[in-house]
């Protein structure tokens, strides 16, 4: 699908060449509504993802994919290009993710949370219709897919960042290095313990 194509962004690709960005970030400047909506097909599922790893439950997720791309829309036009497009996307991600786990923190230490409220019956959903189709599939591929899950959300929150921005939304060191605002040797260094705390989480749940 080719798209529109204005300014030489072309319009439904999966995401902007390098080339590109430049042009792209001069429509998003501009105010151009149909580069914003091209911007929010290539990151939402991307971004809800990585904040679904952060936060409680897909509602928390939701309302800070929110937050997210009010940020982006009021932020871009201070947007100069010291880091990529992608990174400055992901770093204001992570930010607002973080911010809303804290909050969500504080809370939960002054008021009751219920159980439910946390984890939404995972038999709603698109899921549910998988396991109508393929039901024995289904359930496995949901079981160990839960497994997985439990097992990053028991990390502590430095080496779950990394080992999500790393091992499921696939960015390079160095650009969980300019996301993070740290050291690429640090971002390494997180990775190498994140992955062994999670194997250790992973054997754990097969024993």
């Known amino acids: 699908m080719g798209g529109a194509r204005t300014v030489g962004v072309t319009f439904g690709r999966a995401v902007p060449a390098v080339g590109e960005e430049a042009a792209l970030v001069a429509e998003l400047q ?112 949901a079981e160990r897919q839960e497994i997985v899950r439990n097992a990053l959300a028991s990390l502590p929150q430095p080496f779950r960042t990394v080992v999500v921005l790393r091992e499921i939304e696939g960015l390079t060191y160095e650009e969980i290095a300019e996301v993070l605002g740290t050291a690429t040797g640090t971002v390494k260094s997180r990775l190498m313990r994140g992955r062994e705390l999670l194997r250790r989480k992973l054997c754990g749940y097969r024993d």
């Open 30 to 141: 501009a105010g151009s509504e149909e580069a914003f909506a091209y911007l929010l097909g290539v990151y939402q599922h991307p971004i809800f993802d990585l904040v679904s790893h952060i936060v409680e439950g897909p509602a928390d997720a939701a309302d800070v994919l929110q937050d997210v791309f009010l940020k982006i829309y009021r932020g871009v036009g201070n947007f100069h290009g010291e880091s990529s497009l992608k990174t400055w996307i992901y770093r204001i991600a992570v930010h607002e993710a973080l911010n809303h786990r804290r909050g969500f923190l504080r809370r939960l230490r002054r008021e009751p949370v219920s159980l439910d409220a946390m984890h939404p019956n995972p038999r709603s959903g698109p899921a549910a219709q998988n396991c109508l189709d393929t039901p024995y599939a289904a359930a496995e591929q």
